[in-house]
C-alpha cells in the first residue's frame, strides 16, 4: 500500500537510517535556528529602543522644567533594560548541543518565562508612571487652573490636599484599573511586535511534536 506523505514525513524525521531523515532534521535545525535568531535579535533591538527611548524621556522632560519626573521614568525604563539583559545572560546559557527540538523548546520555556516576569513587572510601572505624570501636572500651573476651575464649580465639594475628593478618586480607579490590566496590555503590546515570529515558534514547536509521536 502507497504510503501517505505524512508516514513518509514522519518515517524519515524518526528513522536515523532513513535517507530522508538528514534532509527533514536539518530543515526543522534552521527553521528552529532562524526563528530564535530572529526572536532574540528583535529582543535585543527593544533593548536599544527602550535605553534610546529613556534618555530621550529624561533629556525632555529635563528641558520642560521637569527632572524629577524625568528621572523617575527613567529609572523605571532602565530596570527594564537591566532585567532585559539578565534574561540574555540566561539565554546564551542554555545547552546548544542538545537536539533541535529540545533547544527550541527550552527558548519555548524561557521566553514564556520572559513575559511572566515583565508582567509582574508592568503591573507596578504602569501604575507608577501613571501616577508621577499626575502629581506632576497636578503640580504645574496648568494643572492648578484645572484643580481650581473645578473647586469654584463645585464648591460644596470637600477637598483632600487641596483636590477635590471625586479627582483623587478617580484617579485611583485608573491607577488600579492600569495594574489590573496590565498583564493584556503588555501581551497585546509583545504580540503587536513579537506576534508573527512567536506564532511561527509555536507552530514549528507542534510540528516537531507531531512527528515525534
Known sequence: ?????????????????????????????????????????MFVINIHAIT??????????????APILG?????LFILLVVIGKKQLKILEKL????????YIKAFDTWLK???????????YLYPAAFIAVMIRLRISEDGERVINGLVN??????????????????LSVVTGLLAYFAGPIYRADM?????????????IIADMEELRK
Open 153 to 170: 464649580s463645585f464648591p460644596n465639594h470637600f477637598l483632600i490636599a487641596g483636590t477635590p475628593w471625586f479627582v483623587l478618586i478617580t
Open 1 to 41: 500500500m502507497t504510503q501517505s506523505i505524512e508516514q513518509i514525513w514522519q518515517k524519515g524525521f524518526l528513522d536515523n537510517n532513513s535517507l530522508v531523515a538528514p534532509k527533514i532534521n536539518d530543515l526543522y535545525n534552521k527553521k528552529s535556528q532562524n526563528i530564535i535568531d530572529k526572536l532574540k535579535r
Open 52 to 65: 534610546v527611548g529613556a534618555v530621550i524621556i529624561l533629556a525632555a522632560l529635563t528641558y520642560q522644567g
Open 95 to 102: 545547552d546548544k548541543n542538545v537536539s533541535s527540538y529540545h
Open 71 to 75: 528621572g523617575f521614568l527613567f529609572v
Open 191 to 203: 504580540y503587536t511586535a513579537y506576534g508573527r515570529s512567536v506564532n511561527k515558534l509555536g507552530e
Open 113 to 123: 518565562e520572559v513575559m511572566t516576569q515583565y508582567i509582574k513587572i508592568y503591573t
